[in-house]
């Protein structure tokens, strides 16, 4: 097992390369199903990454800090090295259930144990469970994007007002209160919604957003729907009140604008990576100011004011 | 390693072992520790393990048994005490309404707890690079730039701290 074991490490290693190509995922699969206990291994890292995701932010810093601390009170204590980890049970758990989610500003990419890939925008929670006859990505909030991998088992989204069929995909579902949007970049979804018994086939190039008993029309997608993926908010002619709520999405706290400039027009691409680059870019181009109570309260207002 | 002999009668054994080497243990970590009191609780929470582990009976070597124990203990001691003021001093920069509940700061606590333990054994170059990379969610290159190494050490290092972890989850 040790040997597998490495094995699906050095896939893994290879798969969350920036510059991984289709080929290496192709043989991935191949080598993911030429033999069950590969999916085994597979799983084990899963579930590895699953308990480093529950780490809080900053996680990384808080530990190596506490090293550092704990080496030099260590240090008298020379006989204490060594002496191997306890209990670590408690950590398991079931093997193909796992959930993942992103804090407000984060967002995340994951290889699932078919080889479907799922972006996590900002503030966003999912429960994957894959059985012998299903795959089900249950969407409990916020917003993803799967990159359907082939599979014969059907994979489907689930929100709180019905479920979302993929036909070979690569479509984005966000949940809000009472509404889900479904974007389709590639192939075909079919969206049942939860009280109505017809279903409804989405084609590449459109959204639609649904409630528990009614769909809305649909709509071609705004070209640049999905560029969050990339970190990247773009926006042709918008208003300037809907840039914010976008921008307010990947921020904690407070984020909004005063009446009198929400109506201001523009276009632009921001990086969500740092809201504040993308505020400051916003004062620069129009008239308006940031004002800034805390780092957590921020509201743009027009620049006149004193 | 098997010091341990006989099974039956554990109380019996833990009486003994408690009435002939609490004294002991108790100086043993106090040696170790410039806290009586820590030194006090730890001793008992040796004890408590042993009880737990149900295998007093009889002991070849009884106070290298306790003293591996206690030796655990120490160390996870100064684990928690080190994380804890760590991640309050984290908490401290935060701006003030963010205050997670006790709950959540516990909960917060052993994970760290649990990620440290595991992370126990890794070299200082594989434990930061993993954590760049597994906690900070750093692509490789940008973990390559900020640790001041290649790529290519980045995606040996990543695979051996993966490896290491994957295998404490056999033992």
């Not at chain 1, 027009?265 to 400051?280: C, E, I, K, Y």
């Not at chain 1, 109570?293 to 921020?298: C, E, I, N």
Request: hydrophobic letters at 45%; glycine letters at 8%.
């Amino acid at each position: 097992m040790k040997a597998i074991l490495a094995d699906a490490v050095n896939w893994y290693v290879r798969l969350h390369d920036s510059d991984v190509d289709e080929a290496t995922r192709v043989q991935w699969q191949a080598w993911y199903a030429a033999d069950n206990r590969h999916a085994e291994a597979w799983a084990r890292l899963e579930q590895l990454q699953y308990r480093l995701g529950n780490a809080p932010r900053g996680a990384a810093q808080t530990l190596q800090a506490a090293r550092w601390d704990r080496r030099s009170a260590v240090k008298a204590l020379a006989l204490l090295l060594g002496v191997g980890a306890v209990g670590w049970q408690g950590y398991r758990v079931s093997p193909w259930r796992a959930d993942y989610w992103t804090r407000v500003g984060e967002r995340r990419q994951l290889t699932l144990a078919d080889g479907t890939r799922l972006d996590l925008n900002t503030d966003s929670r999912v429960d994957v469970v894959f059985d012998a006859g299903q795959r089900l990505i249950q969407l409990r909030q916020g917003e993803i994007l799967v990159d359907t991998a082939q599979d014969p088992r059907p994979l489907s989204v689930c929100t709180a007002e019905g479920d979302i069929l993929a036909l070979g995909a690569r479509f984005s579902v966000r949940q809000d209160a009472g509404v889900s949007h479904v974007t389709v970049a590639t192939q075909a979804v079919e969206v049942q919604a939860k009280r109505m018994s017809q279903r409804l086939r989405i084609d590449t190039g459109y959204s639609l957003s649904f409630t528990a008993d009614s769909f809305g029309p649909l709509r071609p997608m705004e070209p640049d729907a999905q560029a969050w993926v990339q970190g990247m908010l773009v926006s042709v002619d918008w208003r300037l009140g809907d840039v914010v709520q976008a921008l307010a999405r990947y921020r904690p706290g407070y984020l909004g604008c005063s009446k009198e400039v929400a109506g201001l027009r523009l276009s632009g691409a921001f990086n969500l990576d740092d809201t504040n680059v993308a505020l400051a870019s916003l004062e620069d181009a129009l008239p308006i100011r940031v004002r800034r109570m805390t780092d957590y309260w921020v509201r743009l207002e027009p620049s006149g004011l004193g | 390693m098997s010091t341990v002999v006989a099974d039956g009668a554990a109380h019996m054994g833990l009486e003994t072992l408690y009435r002939e080497h609490s004294g002991w243990l108790h100086g043993w970590l106090r040696q170790r520790m410039n806290n009586a009191a820590d030194a006090a609780d730890l001793a008992q929470d040796t004890f408590i393990r042993v009880l737990l582990a149900r295998s007093a009976g009889m002991l070849n070597e009884p106070r290298h048994y306790l003293a591996t124990i206690a030796r655990g203990l120490v160390i996870d001691l100064y684990r928690r005490r080190s994380l804890e003021s760590a991640y309050l001093q984290a908490l401290a920069q935060q701006p003030e309404h963010y205050a997670p509940s006790a709950e959540t700061r516990a909960a917060v606590l052993e994970t760290l707890m649990a990620i440290d333990r595991m992370l126990d054994g890794l070299g200082e170059r594989t434990r930061a690079i993993f954590l760049a990379v597994q906690l900070d969610g750093l692509s490789y290159e940008k973990a390559a730039t900020r640790l001041g190494v290649s790529v290519s050490t980045v995606r040996k290092h990543l695979a051996r701290g993966l490896m290491h972890c994957l295998l404490i989850d056999d033992a």
